[in-house]
């Protein structure tokens, strides 16, 4: 089974400042997807970038990028030019190409000081 | 209008109550699932449907039952409520029949706040 461990429960960063929060996953595939999800107070899930595990380019979603390490089975976020907005619990997510579910990891919670 | 609906959003209950928890998605979507979030833990897979017909367990389905009335349409029953299902419930829906161009990524409801007392 695969599993995805986020080794870190609590971060903060100051408003402006880069942020980057770990994730390593288990899997004996070769081919699925990882995905950072963002969760505010509003409780609300919000995909915030994805990658395809054959895809050696890193994605890039505005201020979010990701390090893709496939080899070390690890998914970084990095978070540039950190907003107060970007407060959150963050989850990373992997989910096998033909698995249709996901797996989570336990969450990190970010804070953002002014 | 949200793509995704779950009602209630907020359900305070008794143990040994029977709950039903409702989603409802116009994506068009075939796969549906149920998550339960607990303080300080990531989301858990309860049960999937990928088509009408098609129901699976997750990790933890013990205490909860599906039905998948239609394909836009998937319901989570706790039979007999107890203290412990306490939670933030998700269902979620994603595309199947996309091919390998999409992600299949998922897509949540707002989620629905269960107390059992």
């Known amino acids: 089974a695969q599993t995805v461990t986020q080794s870190q429960p609590e971060m903060s960063v100051q408003e402006a400042e880069t942020v980057t929060l770990s994730c390593t996953y288990d899997?004996?595939?070769?081919?699925?997807?990882l995905f950072w999800y963002k969760q505010p107070p509003s409780r609300q899930m919000i995909l915030v970038i994805r990658q395809e595990a054959y895809k050696q380019q890193n994605a890039t979603e505005n201020r979010f990028s990701v390090n893709f390490q496939k080899a070390a089975k690890s998914f970084s976020l990095k978070i540039s030019d950190s907003q107060l907005g970007d407060a959150a619990m963050y989850f990373c997510a992997y989910r096998g190409r033909n698995a249709g579910k996901s797996t989570f990891g336990d969450g990190t919670t970010l804070t953002v000081k002014p | 209008d949200a793509d995704v609906t779950q009602t209630p959003r907020n359900r305070i209950t008794k143990t040994g109550k029977r709950i039903m928890l409702e989603c409802s998605q116009t994506?068009?979507?075939?796969?549906m699932y149920w998550y339960r979030q607990d303080p300080g833990l990531g989301l858990r897979l309860i049960y999937y449907s990928f088509d009408v017909k098609d129901i699976n367990k997750g990790e933890i389905s013990d205490g909860y039952s599906v039905s998948r009335q239609a394909q836009a349409k998937f319901s989570l029953s706790l039979e007999s409520a107890i203290p412990n299902q306490t939670a933030l419930y998700f269902c979620?829906?994603?595309?199947?029949?996309?091919?390998?161009?999409?992600?299949?990524?998922?897509?949540f409801g707002p989620g629905t706040r269960l107390t059992v007392l």
């Open positions: 899997t004996s595939e070769s081919d699925y997807y």
């Open positions: 994506k068009g979507h075939d796969r």
């Open positions: 979620a829906t994603s595309d199947g029949t996309s091919g390998r161009s999409s992600y299949n990524e998922q897509f």
